[in-house]
Nanobody, 124 residues
Framework: QVQLVESGGGLVQAGGSLRLSCAASRRTFSNYAMGWFRQAPGKEREFVATISWSGDNTYYADSVKGRFTISRDNAKNTVYLQMNSLKPEDTAVYYC?????????????????WGQGTQVTVSS
């Protein structure tokens, strides 16, 4: 089984930046597409960003395009989400996820493994 642990969340003022990390177990990690999702209180979990197994392809939700960047370092078994120009509406618990698909994946149902989440709070 793939195990995922997120870190890097916290409290930041609007306009600030945070970098989230997701450390994964070594088992088949390099062959998995990776993604980030977020969930605010009372709302459904929503797609944020995804990256293919090779790192060559990325895709972002419209709400974060131009502000967030997903990347991965397969040698370190880690995926990152760099978040810039943060807005209060970005406040949520952020989850990383892994899919056995080789290409990037945007559909939540195609992710096989999930981390426990890390809280991001953006104040006005």
């Amino acid at each position: 089984q793939v195990q995922l642990v997120e870190s890097g969340g916290g409290l930041v003022q609007a306009g600030g930046s945070l970098r989230l990390s997701c450390a994964a177990s070594r088992r088949t990690f390099s062959n998995y597409a990776m993604g980030w999702f977020r969930q605010a209180p009372g709302k459904e979990r929503e797609f944020v960003a995804t990256i293919s197994w090779s790192g060559d392809n990325t895709y972002y939700a419209d709400s974060v395009k131009g502000r967030f960047t997903i990347s991965r370092d397969n040698a370190k078994n880690t995926v990152y989400l760099q978040m810039n120009s943060l807005k209060p509406e970005d406040t949520a618990v952020y989850y990383c996820a892994a899919s056995v698909s080789s290409d990037y994946v945007t559909h939540i149902g195609l992710y096989d493994y999930w981390g426990q989440g890390t809280q991001v709070t953006v104040s006005s």
